[in-house]
């Protein structure tokens, strides 16, 4: 949008149009989102954040004076309406070596937790589909999708809220560091000292999320076909090989996790390959590959019925370092995939 046409619809919305102000504020409603998930982990309470940014920006748009971007402005309230909800709420977490020693796979797995705790995946046509452009601020694709990687995220809710905003703000949306404390109400000096706890408590934690093979390269298309192939024909020593050693699978909301290659193959051997589980390549989720879970309607054995959606990390070299199965049709739907099949 360039500065003539921003001024004139800054003007119209300025004096009451709501039309105006949709149009102004449309080309900044995808970086809101994806900056709103990642601060808080959940797609709904993103929704709810940016419906409530957007409201305060509407409400306190007559103060506006331009002397930041509009978009600098739109992400200071959302980050601020952020950190509120973070007041009222713990932050969101996946089952993982934070929550205790790994599960046992001999034993069947625990019993689902549904209070809203568990991380959520972020559909990709959410928060980057269509070309990128100035809106994007100097978020490259690679570094897009690392950002909101399921892994980084993980990470990122282990930060105290401020450190996180910090983060994001500086490392995300590039914003210097005078910005961020006028944003956050605080100082420089401050803001670079949150910056370094944050970039050392997310070293301390294993950054598997910093090299990955590109979306749609031979790498990651072998990986996943040998992976799909292994899961669908219930082959667990197949399975185990495209899996790195050190390799992790979480289901949530079941709070168990499992460590090592060996420990998901005998899992898969002994609880998960007899649900008959199918399944079928779904749409890119947190910048990551995807499968949606299929399993026999046991009222009709010709349908199968959508029970999840398998998001995969992969490292460099196309083994598959996660396997986090969130468990029930939500996320799956989200992204459009149906909720029955033919077997």
């Known amino acids: ?24 504020t449309a080309p900044h409603r995808r970086g809101l989102l994806a900056h709103c998930y990642r601060m808080l982990g959940s797609v709904a309470d993103a929704d709810d954040a940016v419906q409530e940014a957007l409201v305060r920006a509407w ?12 978009r600098s402005w739109l992400f200071s309230i959302a980050t601020r309406q952020c950190l509120d909800m973070l007041e009222k709420r713990p932050p969101r977490r996946f089952p993982s070596m934070d929550e205790g020693a790994p599960s046992d796979p001999s034993r069947p797995p625990s019993a689902a937790v549904l209070d ?13 589909e269509g070309p990128a ?31 996180r905003a910090a983060l994001l703000l500086h490392d995300v949306a590039g ?7 006028e944003a956050l109400e605080t100082t420089p000096t401050a ?40 899961w669908n ?35 898969f051997e002994g609880f998960i390959r007899g649900l008959g589980t199918q399944l079928i390549a779904a749409p890119a989720t947190n910048g990551q590959p995807a499968f949606a879970s299929y399993h026999p309607d046991p009222q009709d054995p ?6 999840g959606l398998q998001v995969l990390h992969l490292d460099g070299d196309g083994a598959v370092v996660s396997v986090l199965v969130f468990l029930g049709p939500e996320a799956a739907l989200a992204q459009g995939l149906p909720a029955a099949r033919e077997a």
Do not use: H
């Not at 949008?1 to 102004?24: K, S």
């Not at 452009?133 to 401020?162: H, I, K, N, W, Y």
């Not at 910056?195 to 979306?215: F, I, K, N, S």
């Open 233 to 267: 024909t219930g082959d667990p020593g197949a399975l185990a090989s495209v899996l790195r050693a050190d390799a992790v699978l979480a289901m949530p909301p079941v709070p168990d996790w499992y460590a090592g290659r060996e420990a998901i193959r005998a899992l």
């Open 59 to 70: 409400k306190y748009l007559p103060g506006y004076e331009a002397r930041a971007a509009l």
């Open 175 to 181: 914003w210097a560091s005078a910005e961020i404390a």
């Open 302 to 307: 010709t349908r199968l019925l959508l029970d």
């Open 191 to 230: 803001v670079n000292s949150a910056l370094q706890r944050a970039r050392g408590a997310l070293d301390a934690r294993a950054p598997a999320w910093e090299r990955v093979p590109p979306l749609g390269s031979s790498v990651e298309t072998e990986a996943l076909s040998r992976y799909l192939r292994a």
């Open 133 to 163: 452009d100035e809106t994007d601020g100097p978020e490259a694709t690679v570094t897009r999708r690392q950002s909101v990687a399921v892994a980084f995220l993980a990470a990122l809710q282990t930060l105290p809220a401020t450190q």
């Open 1 to 24: 949008m360039d500065t003539d046409a921003q001024g004139e619809l800054l003007a119209a919305a300025r004096r009451g149009d709501g039309r105006a102000f949709d149009a102004l």
């Open 116 to 128: 809203p705790v568990w991380l959520e995946p972020l559909a990709d046509a959410r928060w980057c």
